[in-house]
């Protein structure tokens, strides 16, 4: 069952129009939520997240915080769900196809869920990346349809064999094309500010709450491709990519070129917060 405007539906009865400005324009903004044990895992950040990504481009929600938190568990509920994702999106509505915003439009709420499983090897193996000029634009904070740019990285890193690319601005690591990224050096973590160039991951928050609580020292300012290139361990962030080790970067062991002790130790207080 999918949620599609006011109502759950057949997948077959999404019924999309030509005159969707998601379809357009990418105009329209999304949020990837993760299921664990049936439950949404972090659902009021994310939520937090999407209100602020809609009011900075003046999408008006459909729904309040807590319909569409409604909405969601019965999606989850429907579909019999227990370990997965919820993939919401909202675009500003239907309309012939002009830059202006509609003056009359109605925003439009597609939401289903994915029965995934966790990804365990890449989780426990690490992967490996390449680096790439990031060339996004200026406000990467909000979460947006416009993913060509994330798009093309991603397919960059699988036509050079690796599973992620690392993104930077000028030589400055910003992010990867669908997870955040943290370095650690002399036992301290360093990860980009969570400022315009980057999403302020949700998973992000987390393992840098679990950095403090461990006594690591965290300091959220830029560093090189340089300087990640010498780091003692690496990893990736995300909803669905959890804490991820990265072993190699343009071909380049870092560290020992094994996953390391401190994401080792984050990956199991990871766990431990969605664990029943
Ligand atoms: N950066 C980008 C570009 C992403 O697409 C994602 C995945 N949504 C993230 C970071 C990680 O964010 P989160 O932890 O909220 O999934």
């Avoid at 049936?38 to 729904?63: C, D, N, W």
């Avoid at 999606?75 to 019999?80: A, C, D, S, V």
């Avoid at 200026?138 to 993104?167: I, S, Y």
């Amino acid at each position: 069952m999918y949620f599609f405007k006011n109502k759950f539906v057949n997948k077959k009865d999404v019924l999309l129009s030509p005159d969707d400005r998601g379809y357009y324009f990418g105009d329209g903004i999304y949020e990837v939520f993760r299921v664990y044990n049936g439950k949404i895992y972090e659902q009021a950040a994310h939520m937090q997240r999407l209100q602020r990504t809609a009011s900075e481009v003046r999408i008006e929600l459909p729904f309040t915080i807590e319909k569409m938190g409604h909405i969601l568990t019965q999606l989850i509920e429907k579909n019999g769900l227990n370990e997965g994702t919820v993939y919401m999106q909202i675009t500003r509505g239907e309309a012939p196809r002009a830059h202006p915003f509609p003056a009359q439009v109605e925003p439009i709420l597609l939401a289903y869920c994915t029965e995934v499983r966790r990804p365990i090897a890449t989780i426990h193996n690490g992967i490996n990346a390449i680096t790439l000029e990031d060339i996004r634009w200026l406000r990467c904070d909000l979460k947006t349809l416009n993913l060509l740019p994330n798009v093309m990285a991603k397919q960059a890193a699988l036509d050079h064999g690796v599973q992620e690319v690392v993104l930077h601005r000028n030589g400055t690591v910003t992010e990867c094309s669908a997870s955040n990224l943290m370095m650690i050096k002399d036992r301290v973590l360093y990860t980009h500010p969570a400022n315009h160039l980057i999403l302020h991951g949700i998973t992000r928050a987390v393992v840098l709450r679990l950095a403090l609580s461990q006594e690591i020292t965290v300091k959220e300012e830029p560093f090189t491709t340089e300087q990640l290139l010498l780091a003692d361990e690496a990893f990736i962030t995300g909803t669905t990519v959890e804490n991820t080790p990265i072993l190699q970067i343009d071909g380049k062991a870092i560290g020992t070129g094994a996953p390391g002790p401190i994401t080792r130790s984050l990956q199991s207080e990871f766990e431990r917060t969605f664990a029943q």
